[in-house]
């Protein structure tokens, strides 16, 4: 059983590749990797619906299991639609595994939850009443104008890890592959002291899952948001994140390449 994770595909920015581009390098390259289930992380898109129906599109292209969790620009309001609707659209797909982990076999399964920021990541320089204003040096964090949940997002992050724990109490027999959008581990953020990420890592990961880590099985820890790609290994845990990222980010212009170089396969026996 071979499993692939890839992460912050944003195929609606500008890129030299069109949508359906991605949708067929994604297809070819779960081929040749022989993949018999593809993860994708979150932030397909900034339009929940377009980011849906590539997942749809993808199941058709490779005829496998395709999963996926909503990253905070799947979120973003479009079509009047309120960040709760949006939600509430994404926990009634099949493939969205937030609400219904996937079991692989006796052994492992697969649990995923976008999470969300809890600010704990950023310079301990600046106070949460500072980081809420999510704005600085005159960028304003996106997801304050796209996204509101009607609570802070140390709240979203403390609910989307009681909603993953609510997950992995129902495999917690099994060894877990934990796959998130926001970063669960502060090894990712951006190296500080850094101009302006001392403030915006605040809204790249979270703590919340810390707890998690100790008590259930998790084995692996899947994650984007953040957009470089890294493997680290912590007390038995592999962290890694598997983010594409921007076409302007990319080292080589090269779709296939960089979408090789992104994707994270586990092989489960
Ligand atoms: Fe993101």
Not at 121 to 135: G, Q, V
Not at 172 to 200: A, G, Q, W
Request: glycine share 4%.
């Amino acid at each position: 059983m071979r499993i692939g994770t890839i992460s912050d595909l944003h195929i609606d920015r500008p890129s030299d590749y069109t949508e359906t581009e991605y949708a067929e390098t994604l297809a070819s390259l779960a081929e040749d990797q022989h993949l018999d289930v593809l993860l994708i992380a979150g932030d397909i898109s900034n339009d929940y619906r377009k980011s849906y129906q590539f997942v749809q599109e993808m199941k058709r292209r490779i005829n496998k299991e395709v999963l996926f969790i909503p990253g905070n620009h799947d979120y973003w309001n479009v079509d009047e639609k309120t960040t709760h609707e949006i939600h509430e659209f994404f926990m009634q797909q099949p493939e969205c595994l937030m609400g219904h982990p996937y079991i692989i076999n006796d052994e492992w399964a697969i649990v995923g939850n976008s999470g969300w920021y809890d600010y704990t990541f950023a310079s301990s320089e600046y106070t949460t009443e500072r980081l809420e204003r999510r704005r600085f040096k005159g960028a304003t964090w996106q997801d304050k104008v796209h996204v509101d949940w009607g609570m802070s997002d140390i709240e979203v992050s403390h609910k989307a890890a009681l909603m993953a724990e609510n997950d992995l109490q129902k495999v917690e027999d099994k060894k877990i592959i934990l796959v998130t959008h926001v970063v669960t581990d502060p090894s990712f953020r951006v190296p500080m002291p850094h101009r302006i990420f001392n403030y915006f890592n605040a809204f790249i990961g979270t703590s919340d899952f810390q707890p998690l880590f100790q008590k259930y099985n998790i084995r692996y820890s899947l994650m984007g948001h953040v957009h470089f790609r890294g493997e680290t290994e912590k007390d038995g845990i592999e962290f890694a994140c598997v983010s594409l990222g921007y076409f302007r980010e990319w080292r080589t212009k090269n779709i296939y390449r960089e979408m090789s170089h992104a994707l994270n396969v586990i092989e489960i026996s």
